[in-house]
């Protein structure tokens, strides 16, 4: 027999473990499940010397604020996973791990059946929060598959030990290209391959200002806009680091791929050891496609964080599209309160 629930979360990330710190506070039955084998969602997979670029004051989860680091530089990776275990400690939500969520479905009557690799769970709800990180994008290059060296992508880089000595691309104009470049630069010829030049913060700016302007944009709110001479690139220190010995610097697009290299623009053809993709990530959200939710643009519409052409289904961590900032340890809070007092009164509605 499935176990039914008022509600259940997909995902046991920190967007799962923000909802589930408001829906204790409704009475409502639910239950999170989660494909990993430990708490730490996204952050498990993060590449070693992995930092963020807010203070641990802007990086927390509601109810119990993330402790500042001992010499109150920002947060590691090992850092916001000892955070995210002990918060799973402290408020024990009821998470099944590991298991896998094969799909969601319509079942008879109001709800949902949650297929997985353990048996079914029935619902009147479901919360996706199975986050961008089991999805990550490639571009399709002409050639690609004909390359005989090392491709990876950003979501599966560790460090650079592998890379010393060798001839490196780093493809992406995010952080995560900045970041990865600044450390494969110690070691390797790396090269950065950006579509336009990257754009960087000033130096006394970091993401907190990011998440502000963020959630403005969203709500409309008097920082809206975007100010001039502000970009998408936070300088931590390792990328300040790299910009002091002047390797902070990327060329255009290479046209094809070729079994030992890539060809650039003008008809060059080098020799390449490797490439890390760091080109971003798509919404994970495969599960829900038997619910006829998921656009042509590859979103789910959303009107707030419920979705319109499901609305049993809520979803949360995915990206701006469905929740200012909800992507981020803090934001995920802020948009959770109102997302979990929304579904309760949803819940309760006799229609």
Not at 11 to 18: E, R
Not at 55 to 66: C, F, N, V
Not at 112 to 136: K, Q, Y
Not at 285 to 302: C, K, N, Q, T, Y
Request: hydrophobic fraction near 45%.
């Amino acid at each position: 027999m499935a176990e039914q629930f008022d509600v259940v979360i997909v995902g046991g990330g920190q967007a799962a473990l923000a909802a589930s710190y408001f829906l204790r506070r409704t009475g409502l039955t639910y239950v999170i499940l989660d494909n990993e084998t430990q708490a730490g969602g996204a952050w498990v997979h993060g590449w070693d010397s992995l930092h963020l670029f807010s203070p641990a004051s802007y990086s927390s989860l509601p109810g119990w604020p993330m402790p500042d680091t001992p010499d109150g530089s920002y947060p590691t990776r090992d850092e916001v996973l000892d955070y995210l275990r002990r918060y799973e400690a402290r408020y024990a939500p009821p998470i099944h791990r590991p298991v896998t969520v094969d799909r969601v479905e319509r079942a008879d009557g109001k709800l949902l059946n949650v297929r997985t690799n353990t048996g079914d769970f029935l619902s009147r709800a479901v919360i996706g929060a199975t986050g961008t990180w089991s999805a990550p994008f490639i571009p399709d290059v002409a050639g690609h598959d004909l390359f005989g060296g090392t491709q990876l992508h950003s979501s599966h880089y560790l460090n650079a030990a592998p890379f010393a000595g060798r001839r490196v691309l780093v493809v992406g104009g995010g952080n995560s290209g900045a970041q990865i470049l600044a450390e494969l630069s110690l070691v390797a010829q790396a090269t950065w391959v950006t579509l336009h030049d990257p754009v960087f913060l000033p130096d006394d700016v970091d993401g907190r200002v990011l998440f502000e302007r963020a959630t403005a944009r969203v709500l409309g709110g008097p920082s809206a806009m975007p100010a001039s001479g502000f970009g998408d690139i936070v300088m931590v220190p390792p990328v300040r680091a790299a910009r002091e010995r002047g390797v902070l610097h990327a060329v255009r697009p290479f046209v094809r791929m070729t079994a030992t290299g890539v060809v650039w623009p003008d008809g060059r053809e080098e020799a390449i050891d490797a490439i890390i993709w760091c080109t971003g990530f798509r919404p994970a959200h495969s599960a829900f496609a038997p619910l006829d939710v998921i656009e042509p643009d590859g979103l789910i519409r959303v009107n707030g964080q419920q979705a319109v052409r499901e609305p049993r289904l809520w979803l949360l961590g995915y990206g701006s599209w469905c929740g200012p900032a909800c992507a981020t340890l803090l934001g995920a809070g802020r948009v959770a309160r109102s997302m979990v007092r929304q579904l309760a009164a949803w819940l309760a509605s006799p229609t």
